[in-house]
């Protein structure tokens, strides 16, 4: 993991000026940027995901837009794929109807861009059982529209998507005065209800993180996104695969799309924590073996089908909260399971294989 490349990449992003998807200058620049460092690393298929949309005119006229699009193909279970994402391109609110307005989108999301391509170069280093996806998505900012034709792209070609996970907004911004406002934690964004696919892979990416870095927290938040805001992941929500958002616990919110998201507001070693997370994570998802299945409680007992591959198992409570109360592991496939007090609890399980990553978990059961 390295602080300076993060750093590095962002001060390039930036020195294009814009990135707006509408600009005459910059975004074209940008993508082919991206697309040029992405062939440095070995074993990855880059490519640009090229598209149209009638929502992106100027002058008239359609301007074509390029997605970056970087395969890891994985060893044993290539047709599965896990997508890591961020949005490029930049705005400019405060200059409305100047798409090549200056837009340094640093935070805002150079951050996220960073954080996709280091992963990228470390994730290659190794062997994974399923596919990684990276992913740099153009036109965000004018309504998801990168990310959906994508998520379309996939979920026509008949692609199995067995997660999303978008970074945006992740530099741990500074305020006026230089204070750093994020320090040892995150927010996790998943569209609802609390048994969602999304809410699940929500709650995986805590227990890992949080298991692998301890100090280091994952706050799970009960929405989709922020009041009146949103990511790429919910483009994939569209198309019906799960997927998550990470973002700083504290934004500087005046400064995103303005001249002011410059590099300076932001704290390079809280952002580097944020990738760890983002790479832990990853790697866990794209090694893990299968949830359980068949999974249901007879005369209190919990009991579940075995899982090929898992050396053990993960049974996990949760009362009326977003997050789990306990853990405990088994080697059997059955663990007895009764309430304990009055209060509504729901119980679940993952496996574990020797390598221990760990599954999603199956979904919830009451506990009675």
Not at 83 to 89: C, E, I, M, Q, R
Not at 182 to 192: E, H, I, K
Not at 232 to 258: M, P, Q, V
């Amino acid at each position: 993991m390295s602080e300076s490349n993060l750093k590095a990449t962002v001060e390039k992003l930036v020195s294009f000026g814009t990135r707006n998807s509408l600009s005459t200058k910059g975004i074209g620049e940008a993508s082919a940027w991206l697309k040029s460092e992405f062939e440095k690393l070995p074993g990855l298929k880059v490519e640009f995901h090229g598209f149209t949309d009638p929502k992106l005119m100027r002058d008239g006229e359609l301007v074509p837009q390029r997605n970056v699009i970087a395969t890891l193909r994985g060893k044993t279970r290539p047709d599965e794929i896990v997508v890591f994402g961020a949005h490029y391109d930049s705005l400019n609110l405060t200059e409305k109807g100047n798409p090549d307005a200056i837009a340094p989108g640093a935070n805002d999301n150079a951050t996220g861009t960073a954080g996709v391509l280091e992963a990228a170069r470390i994730l290659s280093q190794s062997e994974h059982d399923r596919t990684i996806v990276f992913a740099c998505f153009s036109a965000e900012e004018q309504g998801l529209i990168g990310a959906w034709h994508f998520a379309k792209h996939l979920k026509d070609s008949g692609a199995n998507v067995v997660s999303m996970l978008n970074n945006d907004i992740i530099g741990g911004a500074k305020d006026d005065d230089g204070k750093t406002l994020n320090d040892r934690s995150l927010r996790c964004f998943s569209a609802p209800p609390q048994d969602s696919d999304s809410r699940r892979l929500a709650r995986l990416a805590e227990f890992v993180i949080e298991r692998k870095f301890p100090g280091f927290s994952v706050h799970v938040q009960d929405a989709v996104d922020r009041p009146k805001r949103a990511g790429d992941h919910k483009s994939f929500n569209a198309h019906g695969f799960a997927a998550i958002r990470f973002i700083e616990n504290i934004e500087t919110d005046k400064l995103h799309h303005t001249a002011g998201d410059v590099i300076h507001r932001i704290h390079f070693p809280y952002c580097a924590r944020v990738v760890q997370a983002d790479i832990a994570f990853l790697t866990n998802r794209a090694s893990a073996p299968p949830a359980p299945e068949g999974v249901r409680i007879t005369d209190g007992t919990l009991t579940w089908t075995p899982v090929a591959g898992a050396n053990r198992y993960l049974v996990a409570t949760r009362g009326e909260g977003l997050g789990f109360e306990s853990f405990m592991e088994t080697d059997r496939n059955e663990v007895k399971a009764t309430l304990q007090g009055t209060q509504p609890a729901s119980i679940c399980v993952a496996a574990v294989n020797e390598k221990g990553c760990i599954s999603l978990f199956s979904p919830e059961i009451a506990l009675k």
